[in-house]
């Protein structure tokens, strides 16, 4: 069926567009926090590639600002501005005004508090050393009780449709609802030792799983605002790709988890379920094509069509980057490297940005241009440091490897300027990419505060769908959407933390563990651990041996006995510099030589890009080396 558009634009008025107040002040807010997010972020990558540029300033140290970006990117910018687009969303396909609009008020403070003040705690030392859960636990508190709210208002905005959502609504009501149930999860106390480790994989990928199934949900409710589908056509191809992703998302926790000390058959499953976690991507890819075959040529929004284009191919690019690190071979060689880095970068600014930034566009109306050049620029820098971070990664596992596989050199120590070399020319593409998509967010603040334009017309009619199943469609009701979400999240957390709780509940600390990583409150070594906690150090160092050939050399295999005393278990999640799990026992080391290198580490090594700690006092340096002295 040919396609139609219509020839005049409607004036559009915040009076006559749901939600869009409210979503305009999320994506106002939201945008501040992405520009200082960058900024800061910006600051950390340039610590990497000129490390004297700060050296000895105690708040810019890479540990404090890196974690402190993060935090602001995933919960100040994509959090606050996915659910922000999600109130306007939603109220545009109920047709209806935003209910319990004090909540999301209430919503949007909570979380901009939360975030701000877990970003300055991180950068002050008051890290809680919980790998992506920096923030301490009474700022991930607000952030939590925000996100309830935010659940709340979404919930009852859409209830009033909520048999008849349709794709879009499905994905943007399940996705506050996995995230306030994961945060709870967060915030309760778990036994000390690896477990805490799994336990925080668990919530960082229901983070995860918030960003992905609320991106999708926004680019199926632009495509169908700028192609003139309907939002609530019944489509079984898109109950597939949704219940499918609900499914593979809640139990991708363990992704992260390949060759630790968890028990082996979480990895099983993060295997199993990272092969699965394609077919949600090939459902939802083909549904949405068949949504908008036939009208492609006849969309007028080209801006929005273009972001939202984006965000399902950084989002299917993130799919493939998850298997391979998920595999066992490839994880070998990618684990701890930037490679980990890329898939953050694909769902936090590629994915989750790009859905806002096509949401936005829809929200704003406008002219059909005038978006090119902060579409280039973001993609520009998106693609440079994606590709800077993956293939720097794939290199680095090399360099890794290369040193025992050849005998020549290991990779810990002098041995580490192999790396270091090896990794700095993908470490300057991506500052590059970061500065130029940090520029480009400048401008999309001040477009974000600017009026409410005109609307564009969109296709009065679009080719029919005509994917057929037999039988007749069935709605997902409320009821079953509401349900099926929580059980799923409950089954997730029974196998993958309440049952490793229960299957290590047996095992006691090896000897390494009782002997050497046990900490006495009071002690020097209890105040070494706490500044290393504090300090960052666990942003750049791993303390985890793994069974692979690139560890080869490093010592003893870590075991989960190993980790028993340990809270929080400092494993980290990259070897920016070398692993210390069993440092104090490698030739050469030296306490007093240590403290001169952490003083000026560029001294005897000029390829190092550790900052300078040259702001501790003697005190501080003796306590933080007196722990180092316990990693045997």
Not at 319 to 338: G, Y
Not at 537 to 553: I, M, N, S, W, Y
């Amino acid at each position: 069926m040919t396609a139609e558009t219509s020839s005049q634009d409607q004036q559009r008025s915040e009076a006559n567009e749901p939600g869009a107040a409210i979503a305009r002040t999320h994506v106002v807010v939201a945008a501040v926090f992405l520009v200082f997010g960058l900024i800061a972020a910006s600051v950390a990558a340039l610590h990497l590639v000129a490390p004297g540029v700060s050296s000895g300033v105690e708040y810019l140290s890479y540990g404090l600002v890196a974690p402190a970006a993060k935090v602001l990117l995933t919960s100040g910018w994509a959090l606050i501005g996915l659910l922000g687009l999600s109130y306007f969303a939603l109220a545009t396909i109920t047709g209806d005004a935003v209910k319990r609009k004090p909540l999301t008020t209430a919503s949007l403070v909570l979380i901009a508090i939360g975030t701000l003040a877990g970003a300055v705690a991180i950068m002050v030392g008051l890290s809680s050393g919980i790998v992506g859960q920096e923030s301490p636990v009474w700022a991930r508190a607000i952030v939590a009780v925000g996100a309830l709210l935010a659940t709340l208002s979404i919930t009852a905005t859409a209830k009033a449709k909520g048999n008849t959502l349709g794709a879009a609504g499905w994905y943007l009501v399940a996705g506050p609802i996995l995230l306030t149930l994961t945060l709870v999860v967060g915030l309760i106390p778990t036994p000390v030792g690896f477990i805490s480790v799994v336990t925080s994989s668990f919530v960082n990928a229901g983070m995860t799983l918030f960003l992905v199934t609320s991106s999708v949900g926004l680019i199926y409710f632009v495509f169908g605002r700028i192609s003139g589908t309907s939002s609530a056509e019944a489509r079984p191809l898109a109950a597939l790709g949704f219940w499918s992703l609900i499914l593979v998302g809640a139990f991708l926790n363990a992704a992260n988890l390949i060759y630790s000390a968890a028990p082996n058959w979480l990895e099983t499953i993060a295997v199993a379920f990272a092969i699965a976690a394609f077919v949600p991507a090939i459902a939802i890819a083909a549904d949405i094509g068949l949504m908008v075959r036939g009208s492609i040529a006849q969309i007028a929004d080209r801006s929005s069509l273009r972001y939202a284009t984006v965000t399902g191919m950084a989002l299917a690019t993130a799919t493939a980057v998850m298997f391979l690190q998920t595999f066992p071979a490839p994880s070998s060689i990618a684990q701890f490297t930037s490679w980990t880095s890329g898939l953050d970068l694909l769902i936090i600014t590629g994915g989750a940005s790009f859905a806002i930034f096509a949401a936005h566009k829809v929200l704003v109306g406008g002219s059909r241009s005038g978006y090119s050049v902060h579409f280039i620029a973001s993609s520009l820098g998106l693609l440079a440091m994606v590709a800077a971070s993956l293939g720097g990664g794939v290199a680095t596992g090399l360099s890794w490897a290369a040193g025992p596989t050849s005998q020549k050199f290991p990779n810990w120590g002098p041995g580490w300027e192999v790396t270091a070399n090896t990794i700095l020319p993908f470490t300057w593409i991506a500052l590059s990419g970061l500065v130029v998509f940090a520029i480009a967010q400048i401008v999309f603040l001040f477009r974000a505060a600017s009026p409410t334009q005109e609307e564009i017309g969109v296709p009065l009619h679009t080719a029919a769908y005509d994917l057929e199943f037999e039988g007749a469609p069935r709605y997902l009701t409320w009821k079953r959407l509401v349900r099926g979400v929580t059980a799923v999240w409950v089954i997730a957390v029974a196998f993958t933390v309440v049952l490793p709780i229960a299957d290590t509940s047996s095992e006691g600390a090896t000897i390494l563990g009782d002997t050497y990583r046990t900490y006495e409150a009071g002690t020097a070594t209890f105040a070494g651990r706490d500044l290393y906690i504090s300090q960052g150090c666990a942003q750049c160092h791993t303390q985890e041996v793994r069974p692979v050939a690139a560890d080869v050399g490093l010592g003893a295999v870590s075991a989960f006995g190993d980790y028993a005393n340990e809270d929080p278990v400092l494993r980290g999640f990259l070897r920016i510099g070398p692993d210390l799990f069993h440092v104090a026992t490698r030739e050469g080391f030296n306490a007093e030589n240590l403290k001169l290198h952490m003083r000026n580490p560029q001294a005897a090594r000029p390829w190092s890009v550790m900052p300078s700690y040259s702001y501790l006092s003697d005190a501080e340096m003796d306590a933080l080396v007196s722990y180092i002295e316990t990693l045997r």
